[in-house]
């Protein structure tokens, strides 16, 4: 993999020498906090060697580097998932490369279901912890020694003083934000009722396919992690009606100027 690394940076040096200090992974129907990023260079994933394409809707499937609420940054439009068919160690990847490129610090996001039923669709959520649920790790296997330890410290997976930087500064854009634990579900199925029942016993607030194997891998790395979910729907048996990708999609759509107006204050005070 460490070879893989390499060639992807390599080619992503010979796009471009600029030095982003933040890496942002959006999730489903989020990508357009891409579209407000100014001087911008593009480099989609199909062209970066190695590197796991986005197949889902809503995941434009490439990076935009450039200026961002005054920070320099590597957007990524777009992830991949375990359901896909991707290894995690696959999945890992983009971390790793943003680990190489110079990045300290990764805001990740992702569209999830409400599981606390006190949160309705369209709730912005601060990750506080997660569970893993996905039932693998992506540190599996050999550890890359030049990344990170092999048994690495999760105890603050979600760094505190960033927490509290995303609090600040929805209570300055007078945002109703939430704080939770989300868990990290293999899909592409959505959960049962019944999971959904053990998930709130079990002390989560929000469910989701994503970020808990982009978290472990960034911890890993010694990354500074944000992570923010956007709730566009409530989980399976809360509202009784069936659950489908295009409520996903509209919800996000919805509150996209909420959610960009949160991501480029943070910027700005990190």
Request: charged fraction near 20%; include cysteine.
């Amino acid at each position: 993999m460490l070879k893989d690394l390499i060639a992807a940076k390599n080619y992503i040096r010979s796009v471009t020498d600029f030095m982003p200090e933040v890496g942002l992974i959006l999730g489903s129907g989020l990508g357009v906090i891409g579209e407000e990023v100014t001087k911008k260079i593009i480099v989609d994933y199909k062209d970066i060697p190695n590197f796991p394409v986005s197949t889902v809707e809503g995941h434009k499937g490439r990076f935009v580097f450039g200026i961002l609420g005054d920070k320099k940054v590597a957007v990524m439009q777009g992830r991949s998932h375990f359901y896909e068919g991707y290894s995690m160690q696959q999945i890992s990847f983009p971390v790793r490369l943003m680990k190489m490129l110079g990045i300290q610090t990764v805001i990740i996001t992702n569209a999830a279901g409400g599981v606390n039923k006190n949160f309705v669709p369209g709730d912005l959520m601060i990750i506080k912890d997660h569970i893993n649920f996905i039932g693998t790790n992506p540190l599996i296997g050999e550890n890359l020694d030049e990344f990170g330890p092999r048994f690495p410290d999760m105890s603050v997976a979600y760094t505190d003083s960033l927490v509290n930087i995303a609090q600040k500064c929805a209570d300055t854009l007078m945002l109703d934000i939430r704080q939770g634990v989300y868990m990290g579900f293999t899909g592409p199925s959505y959960e049962t009722p019944a999971e959904i029942r053990a998930a709130r016993i079990l002390g989560a607030d929000a469910v989701g396919m994503s970020t808990v194997p982009e978290v472990i891998t960034a911890r890993h790395c010694n990354l500074n992690v944000l992570g923010i979910s956007c709730i566009t729907n409530m989980a399976a048996g809360i509202l009784n009606k069936p659950l489908n990708h295009e409520e996903v999609i509209q919800t996000a759509e919805k509150v996209r100027s909420n959610f960009m107006k949160l991501i480029i204050s943070i910027l700005k005070n990190i």
